[in-house]
């Protein structure tokens, strides 16, 4: 759940707190109640505040260890944060504000400006006590902004207010979201009052940070926050899904055909009720239709499909406005994703369509707190029932899944009707899960640990990244070993979800641009620029640069060397919605497929692997109506994937330069069609008329 932890970090922020001496324990805990971290603020009387965090989930996450001091109007003279990422880069951040010069730097960047009247620094690794300090700021600037270092500003919006009781005690607590950095809006639970501070973080359906005795609460404050978020999130829904009634034509475009990977000749596209009902040479009469959208010979691909996601209700307009219209869901809360399902589907929540699957973990101290976490067969066929009863057609195995009983469990699912993917349970290999009937494997680390880890390899921790990182780079794609595993994933027919954009993390040196990014990141707001220069891995040295360089490399080639061999792929990400499958298909043009054949994976085989193809993956009349028009040649050059200029999906037509602007995103294309409603057409088909025909027909009938 990498995404998770960084939407809970990378959304703390730095202002002012109280400089009494107290200490405030938060405790971390799971919906299912496991205990998964803390955070403890001690302050001082001389103004020194010190905070200890830390977090663990999936046999990861951060641990950090920070200093401040406050000015009297409540921004931070003095700031320091040591300890390590959530996997293991070594986080080195400090700032000051000295002579009215800010200054900062850390193990990624270094700067300084001229401070601004009550600007507040944003660290780029801290702890959730930086909240805090934010929510105290801004309540003492009556409503008005929050000026920002290095840039931006911070506003924030109290969306709701109750009172909690637990152990006796009572306390009124207000939700409140803060607007100004990332990509989409935080909510925070805080006291009330003059100088109100974090009292609680909620990711409903997956865990609650709240002080010290509270953390009981936290399913009443979910709750609460769901409502307030739904409302937001409709009003989102409204403003950018634009209704297409009536029976729309989409003139002069160059159709995909996703089954022979080739541009057809210019088309007119026919929509109605969300349904394709024609596709025409283009010219042809048009009969009827209410709605035309010139296409002035963009090219029209059937929407993407990423398949591999963790999809929150937030991300949906960044994959729509991607061209990303099916997300096949790899791990969730299951009320949650029962939840986005439903608003999906009634055209309340901008997103695309999602295909879930069974998330199926194992009882250990790495387990990952998602879905069902179970400890023995029973209990595994029993959430498997609950999937299959739900209309999961996919379960997904996780790290700590009980290797005892895997073959059963898989059996299990076949016999539901559900296919069977995951990560290799710890203590076996690739070759083993499929002995055990995986039909398909997620990332390619999972892969290249076949050919890596011992039996007593723990790959619950980190050294399921370190060891491919290491390793990979010396292994010799023509040993038999190897050879014959590919032999085998082909002979089984077994999928490989590779995620390789996700997987340059492994190579990237604090301070770099994580590659994946590069083409978008001066597109996006200020403080995603920083993130995406945070590297993740520790990299000691050149030398650990280099081998972990050509270890990525390798990963890249033997994706393309799957494909050669006629192993079937899927085009995942696991990373930031939308922007990552654009950078996977780049990938998978770099590891030899042609960009049509990239195309292809992400659209025909998307439908295939979600058992789809019925209704989505091409351009065909019958099938859903979910298509992206293109400016550019993505066939040719596949970097023109990121010029979407309108995707129509679920029967509304959405404008990625209206959901770019939402998100504080400098739009990728600026011109986009508009809909131009047609005149009238009579549809007669005799001089008199259809009432005239009508007439002679029952004329006929009363002879």
């Given at each position: 759940m990498k995404k998770i932890i960084v939407l809970a970090i990378a959304a703390a922020f730095a202002s002012a707190a109280s400089a009494a001496t107290q200490t405030i324990r938060y405790d971390v805990v799971a919906e299912n109640g496991t205990r998964m971290g803390e955070q403890v603020v001690e302050r001082d009387d001389d103004g020194l505040t010190r905070v200890r965090f830390s977090y663990k989930n999936n046999g990861r996450g951060p641990d950090l260890n920070e200093t401040f001091r406050l000015a009297p109007d409540g921004t931070m003279t003095q700031f320091a944060v040591k300890g390590n990422t959530t996997f293991g880069s070594v986080v080195d951040e400090q700032f000051e504000l000295k002579d009215g010069k800010a200054s900062w730097r850390s193990t990624s960047e270094k700067g300084e400006k001229a401070q601004a009247a009550g600007a507040m620094y944003v660290p780029l690794n801290n702890s959730l006590e930086i909240v805090s300090i934010a929510l105290t700021a801004l309540a003492e600037r009556k409503g008005a902004p929050l000026p920002l270092l290095p840039s931006g500003s911070l506003s924030q919006r109290v969306l709701d207010e109750m009172e909690v009781t637990a152990g006796g005690k009572s306390t009124k607590v207000q939700l409140v979201a803060l607007t100004g950095l990332g990509l989409s809006p935080q909510f925070f639970w805080a006291t009330t009052g003059a100088k109100p501070r974090l009292f609680a973080m909620i990711v409903p359906g997956f865990m609650t940070m709240?002080?010290?005795?509270?953390?009981?609460?936290?399913?009443?404050?979910?709750?609460?926050?769901?409502?307030?978020?739904?409302?937001?999130?409709?009003d989102v829904a409204k403003r950018l899904q634009h209704k297409l009634d009536g029976l729309t034509v989409v003139k002069n475009v160059r159709v995909f055909d996703s089954e022979k990977a080739v541009l057809g000749a210019p088309s007119d596209v026919y929509v109605l009720r969300g349904r394709i009902t024609a596709v025409l040479p283009t010219g042809a009469p048009i009969r009827g239709a209410q709605n035309e959208i010139d296409g002035a010979g963009r090219v029209l691909l059937p929407g993407l499909f990423d398949?591999?996601?963790h999809v929150g209700r937030w991300e949906g307009g960044m994959n729509i406005a991607a061209g990303v219209t099916s997300v096949r869901d790899m791990g969730n809360d299951n009320a949650t994703m029962q939840q986005i399902l439903d608003e999906t589907a009634d055209g309340r929540l901008l997103g695309p369509q999602v295909v879930p699957s069974g998330f199926l973990e194992g009882q250990s101290p790495y387990s990952a707190n998602l879905g069902f976490v179970i400890k023995d067969l029973p209990q595994a066929k029993n959430a498997i029932d609950w999937y299959a009863e739900h209309g999961y057609p996919q379960l997904k195995i996780y790290n700590s899944f009980p290797k005892a009983i895997l073959a059963e469990t898989v059996a299990y699912a076949h016999a539901r009707g559900m296919r069977v993917s995951g990560h290799i349970p710890a203590g076996l290999r690739a070759r083993e899960a499929l002995d055990a009937g995986f039909d398909e494997i997620n990332h390619i680390n999972q892969v290249m640990l076949n050919f890596l880890a011992t039996p007593t390899t723990e790959t619950r921790t980190l050294e399921r990244f370190i060891l491919p990182a290491e390793k990979v780079a010396s292994l010799d794609f023509n040993a038999p070993v190897v050879k014959q595993f590919i032999a085998r994933l082909k002979k089984q027919g077994t999928v490989v979800d590779s995620t390789l954009a996700t997987f340059a993390f492994l190579k990237q040196k604090d301070g770099d641009m994580n590659t994946p990014f590069a083409p978008i990141a001066s597109h996006m707001p200020p403080d995603v620029q920083r993130g995406f220069h945070v590297g993740a891995m520790k990299i000691a040295d050149a030398a650990t640069q280099a081998r972990y360089e050509k270890s990525y490399a390798k990963m890249v080639e033997f994706v393309g060397l799957l494909y050669k061999s006629g192993v079937p792929l899927v085009a995942g990400t696991d990373e930031m919605a939308g922007f990552t499958l654009q950078a996977?298909?780049?990938?998978l043009v770099q590891a030899g497929l042609t960009p049509s054949q990239a195309l292809q994976v992400a659209t025909r085989n998307g439908a295939r692997y979600t058992r789809t193809s019925h209704e989505r993956g091409s351009i065909t009349p019958g099938k859903l109506a979910d298509l992206v028009l293109v400016d550019g040649d993505p066939t040719k050059n596949i970097a023109d994937i990121r010029k979407v200029a309108a995707v129509i999906t679920r029967g509304y037509l959405v404008y990625p330069h209206e959901v770019d602007k939402?998100?504080?995103?400098?739009?990728?294309?600026k011109?986009?069609?508009?809909?131009?409603?047609?005149?009238?057409?009579?549809?007669?088909?005799?001089?008199?008329?259809?009432?005239?025909?009508?007439?002679?027909?029952?004329?006929?009938?009363?002879?």
């Open positions: 709240a002080e010290e005795g509270w953390t009981s609460v936290g399913p009443q404050l979910a709750e609460r926050q769901k409502v307030a978020e739904t409302r937001m999130l409709q398949m591999h996601g996977e298909l780049e990938l939402e998100l504080g995103i400098v739009p990728f294309v011109d986009a069609p508009a809909v131009r409603p047609l005149a009238p057409v009579s549809s007669n088909i005799a001089a008199g008329g259809n009432d005239a025909v009508r007439q002679k027909l029952e004329g006929s009938a009363r002879h």
